[in-house]
């Protein structure tokens, strides 16, 4: 086991909020994270909601000498947010969009418009082919009624397939992002459970930061208080997971936290702590065994339960795809009323008084709007059926595999 | 190199052209092909544009003997319309749905709401993990003006680095769809040189069917014969292509491919003609090596041509968003200036003669309609920029690693 030389890797993994024209501050803070970035000399950088291009184009001339390889990727309208740093070559990268990612007309959120997604590099670290990632899924807006709970499941669940299919030839697999997700949460138990992902902060033998590892704390300036006065500790959402496949072992030595301000300024980096990893990366004599199997009586448990909320998903998706069908039913209902009626009075059939043509016009507008709205609503709603049964489906296929073979 | 056992993989790919309503002789064709499947067992049976999932249950009843495992895969507001049948457990799926498909405007061609993407399935056959894909790409409408060209370009694109990204655990790597390309065109020569993949076609030993192959013939009673003036043998657009990873070998023993109408009947199984493969899988005692490497010049070539493709459609996208963008600007401006005229017409300022209500009305509406749709399509165009943008900083990226390590 021993004898093989170990490899030290350091991961930082950020959620920068830098979103033009509404995160404050973002250009000072890019450029403190750049400054950071230069002067610690990590290994990988991992960075989320880097939402312009221009921002990141400053990182990476600001970061060339010392990470010379990096990959931003494109995705959605407005873009994935997803960057990554690093200092050995990316070997190849790969995007892949959730396909649920809330509503387009949930404006005040748009995650819809965001396109998010997780951002895959394979990489070579000295010997060992190394595959990281970098998610970002769906925020969770209020926590006592998350209407996005479903959709946060369908994309923990993606992440998790989409992980076991492009992890075969890695020999270590480093995932780092934010997910959202507090860590008793039924999608990280999922991802987690499915995955044999762990999860840094509970295996690292030093850790310093923020109590309980929170990233989202109330004493950083830019975080909503009022959010997280349920939580007077902060909550943790950003994680950096990792597994050796294969004949490797990988151990986390050391995770930091930042803990709001950067030393010397009156601004943290981000609303989000960043979290950074001391990763050792060891061969071993043995491969290592299935470390899954041994936890599956509790993985059929995680999928049941993350099953039931889909499932309730997908009566809420189905009752909503009925209420835009009637919608638009009744919108071209009213449409073919009023062609009937201005037929009417072109033969000359109304004797008395006529429409008024103003209020007529608007009518028609109106229902035409309505009927447009409503069959886009429609549509739309019929995918989001459609995913999640499709979901539904595979975690059922999965549960019947576990039961099969335990 | 013998000794070992070989496995014979009998392989069944088929496009269906199964839309509801619009397909002739659905039903009778869908019954049809569940008869043939059930009479000739094959071990794996791949098929696209199922797009009703009443008939993939009606398939699956029927097949369910012969073929215990199946999958449907579902996205996209319509469906993906591929499914898998197969004699050996299905152990996982994954979807991945292909970031342009197309426009939704293009109401006549309707790519856009299918979901275009490849299912991946991951089964063990005997004792060989295999990787089974089944894609369909984005329609070729007019070839001498072909529109689509680039988004095809992405999907082949994307296709390949998922199979590149998926198969690094898999023995065998099976493709079989429709991949809307014929066998000179750069997509397909992108797709095979940059994963490997080899066209049982080209490789059979044995080969039966339409002449060269052709799989969209002029004497099917469904295909459109004015589409096929300039090619009277047909074109060749669906395939079955493989390749060996690690220490196996794959050969193709026998191709074959329907002639238009079924034995005894006056109907063919769809406008496409099914192919057929019987494959012999072989361990062999060295590791094959990287076929990749010896055609890298020819790599290079034809990603350097994808990449001016590609290059080409961002030019266009960037014009089309341009032209939206200034569509949405005028709009808004008619949009002030009414208000404007409103609000002075309000104020009393128009001493003279007012302007008719009706006409207002109308104006004002139509104004909102426009910005509305041009902002629509402002947004998609948007992201297919950022799309084609992004696949051709990827094809960029790997042709500099190309040239650096030959």
Redesign the interface.
């Known amino acids: 086991m021993e004898g093989d030389p170990t490899l030290r890797l350091r991961v930082f993994d950020l959620n920068c909020w830098a979103i033009r024209y509404l995160s404050r501050r973002r250009q000072e803070r890019v450029r403190l994270i750049g400054d950071a970035l230069r002067r610690e000399g990590f290994d990988l950088v991992l960075l989320q909601e880097v939402w312009s291009e221009q921002d990141y184009s400053d990182l990476k001339v600001k970061l060339g000498g010392c990470y010379p390889f990096s990959?931003y990727?494109?995705?959605?309208?407005i873009?994935s947010g997803l960057c990554i740093f690093s200092r050995f070559p990316i070997?190849?990268?790969?995007?892949?969009?959730y396909?649920l990612n809330g509503y387009p007309y949930m404006l005040q959120h748009g995650d819809w418009?965001c396109?998010k997604s997780v951002g895959?590099g394979?990489r070579r670290s000295g010997s060992q082919p190394l595959l990281l990632g970098s998610p970002q899924l769906h925020a969770e807006y209020c926590r006592d009624k998350d209407a996005y709970l479903p959709h946060r499941l369908v994309q923990a669940w993606e992440l998790a397939?989409?992980i076991?299919?492009?992890s075969?030839?890695?020999d270590v697999v480093l995932l780092g992002g934010d997910l959202n997700m507090h860590p008793e949460d039924v999608g990280i138990r999922l991802l987690r459970g499915w995955t044999g992902l762990r999860d840094a902060f509970a295996e690292a033998t030093r850790f310093e930061g923020c109590e309980d590892g929170c990233t989202l704390v109330p004493n950083n300036c830019f975080t909503d208080k009022s959010e997280l006065l349920p939580f007077p500790l902060g909550i943790r959402i950003d994680y950096i997971l990792y597994k050796a496949i294969s004949s490797f072992m990988v151990k986390c030595e050391e995770l930091k936290t930042t803990t709001g301000t950067v030393p010397g300024m009156d601004v943290p980096f981000s609303d989000h702590e960043a979290v950074m990893a001391t990763l050792h990366i060891q061969r071993q004599g043995q491969a290592a065994g299935a470390t899954l199997s041994t936890a599956e009586p509790t993985l059929a448990d995680v999928v049941t339960e993350a099953r039931t909320e889909v499932g309730v998903g997908l009566r809420v998706a189905q009752q909503q795809r009925r209420s835009s069908g009637r919608m638009a039913l009744l919108a071209l209902l009213l449409l073919l009323l009023q062609a009937a009626a201005a037929l009417g009075a072109l033969a000359g059939l109304d004797a008395g008084q006529p429409f008024p043509?103003?209020s007529f016009?608007?009518l028609g507008?109106l229902a035409i709007g309505i009927l447009l709205l409503a069959t886009a609503l429609y549509?739309f709603h019929?995918?989001e059926v459609?995913?999640l049964?499709?979901t539904e489906?595979?975690m059922r296929?999965v549960l019947q595999?576990l039961q099969e073979h335990p």
């Open positions: 990959h990727f494109r995705s959605g309208v873009g070997l190849d990268t790969l995007l892949y969009q396909s418009f396109g895959l394979r397939q989409f076991r299919h492009t075969k030839g890695a043509k103003l016009c608007l507008f549509l019929t995918m459609k995913m049964r499709g489906e595979q296929m595999a």
